[in-house]
């Protein structure tokens, strides 16, 4: 199976870097950033694009703990600031969720813009969904997708 001890080094490398990166779904934290791709158009040839519309959603999947929105703030594709989307923190309720628009016609974000999200519990919580859903939003057939979030910083229960 292993043709020298440094291709078996390599197998267990591989399969530890795998499981140091999932993240048990089954933790619980108090607070997390979320780093989440979001798009406000994409190509389709070199010169032309597809404008879209990007809702942000962030699910609290944790069946019995409220944790709160500190941030949720939307970046461009430079990695510059354009706006906070929260005006206060928000308190999202087990099982509850909140959605933010960038709609259709707004392209500041350019193609790689981006949204991070922070959020924190008084107490060890399950950390929540945050997907941003893409649609040309033209009613009839065009392109829509999701993209979920990654964890980028988080705040350990003791």
């Known amino acids: 199976m292993f043709k020298s001890l ?4 390599f197998s267990l490398a591989v399969l530890w870097t795998a499981a140091a990166l999932a ?6 934290v ?15 040839y070199p010169n032309r694009s597809d ?15 409220t944790l709160t929105l500190t941030r949720v ?9 354009l706006r906070s989307l929260l005006e206060a ?11 933010v ?10 193609v790689g813009a981006n949204f991070i999200v922070v959020w924190t519990a008084g107490k060890p919580t399950l950390g929540p969904i945050a ?7 033209s009613g009839g057939p065009g392109p829509s997708f999701t993209s979920r979030g990654r964890v980028i910083a988080r705040q350990q229960a003791e």
């Open 51 to 65: 404008l879209l519309a990007t809702t942000l959603a962030v699910h609290n999947v944790d069946p019995d703990t």
């Open 30 to 44: 108090l607070g997390e950033t979320i780093y989440v791709p979001a798009y406000s158009r994409i190509f389709s």
């Open 6 to 9: 440094s291709g078996l080094f």
């Open 23 to 28: 993240q048990d779904v089954t933790e619980k």
């Open 131 to 137: 997907e941003a859903i893409m649609t040309s939003g």
């Open 89 to 99: 923190p928000f308190e999202l309720a087990p099982l509850q969720s909140k959605t």
């Open 73 to 81: 703030d939307y970046h461009g594709e430079d990695g510059k600031l």
């Open 101 to 110: 628009l960038v709609p259709i016609n707004d392209t500041s974000g350019g």
